[in-house]
C-alpha cells in the first residue's frame, strides 16, 4: 500500500515557476514507477509526466516537454514536478499516482491513468494570464 500527498501548488502568473511535491509513504517507494497528471475544469485528467523507479528515465507530454521536470529522490520518498514558464492553460488540479515498476532492460512509460495503482488528492495549480 502507498499513499501519496501532493503539496506546492498555489497562483502564480504567466511565466512564474511552481514546483510541486508528491511525498510517499512506505518502505518499497523505489519499487515504484512515478506520475504525474493533470485535470483542468471540464476536461479529461491527461498525463503529465512519469519517472523511473530509479529517476534514471524520464517522459513527457509534449505540452509540458522543455517546461517542464520531473524527479525523484528516493531517500526521501518524495518525486517532484519543477514546472517553469507557466501559462494559463497549465490550470489544472495535478495529481501524483504510482505504479509498481515492472523491470526489464527497457522502460516503458506508464501513460494512462488506469495503468496507475494509487494517486495523491491532487493540488491545485492556477496561472492568471
Known amino acids: 500500500q502507498v499513499q501519496l500527498v501532493e503539496s506546492g501548488g498555489g497562483l502564480v502568473q504567466a511565466g512564474d515557476s511552481l514546483r510541486l511535491s508528491c511525498a510517499a509513504s512506505?518502505?518499497?517507494?523505489?519499487?515504484?514507477?512515478m506520475g504525474w497528471f493533470r485535470q483542468a475544469p471540464g476536461k479529461e485528467r491527461e498525463f503529465v509526466a512519469a519517472i523511473s523507479w530509479s529517476g534514471r528515465s524520464t517522459y513527457y507530454a509534449d505540452s509540458v516537454k522543455g517546461r517542464f521536470t520531473v524527479s525523484r529522490d528516493n531517500a526521501k520518498n518524495t518525486v517532484y514536478l519543477q514546472m517553469n514558464s507557466l501559462k494559463p492553460e497549465d490550470t489544472a488540479v495535478y495529481y501524483c499516482a504510482a505504479v509498481r515498476t515492472v523491470g526489464g532492460s527497457t522502460w516503458k512509460p506508464a501513460t494512462e491513468g488506469d495503468e496507475y495503482d494509487y494517486w495523491g488528492q491532487g493540488t491545485q495549480v492556477t496561472v492568471s494570464s
Open positions: 512506505g518502505r518499497t517507494f523505489s519499487m515504484y514507477d
